[in-house]
């Protein structure tokens, strides 16, 4: 999936907040969705208390926004062949905002 990310307090629901649920899918952070479909809206992490993660497909124009790398490439299928040429991380970045250098597990 691809996500984006803003500063918590730029982020905001229009409509339907009553319709985002939350898990803890982490022992360092949650996950929003939504509890009509079920679909996937947010990551929000310990490490980066100020920022939001927000799925791209939920936006109003997900062309607002490109991904520059992929997380935990380890763990994609075989199938699936990286083909854009952009950065690939076992997990987290060394540069993970939040973490200690070099840290890629939070």
């Known amino acids: 999936m691809v996500f984006t990310t803003a500063a918590l307090r730029h ?12 898990f803890a899918s982490t022992p360092f952070g949650e996950r929003g969705y939504c509890r009509d479909c079920g679909s ?10 100020g ?17 520059a790398f992929h997380l935990y490439a380890d763990l994609a299928p075989k199938w699936a062949i990286p083909i854009d040429g ?13 973490l200690a250098p070099g840290q890629t597990e939070a």
């Open 11 to 22: 982020f905001h629901i229009e409509q339907g907040e009553e319709r985002l649920g939350k």
């Open 86 to 98: 952009l950065p690939r991380y076992a997990a987290l970045r060394p540069t993970t905002r939040g």
């Open 40 to 49: 996937p809206l947010t990551i929000h992490v310990r490490h980066q208390p």
């Open 51 to 67: 920022e939001i993660d927000i799925a791209a497909a939920s936006l109003d124009d997900p062309d607002a926004i490109a991904p």
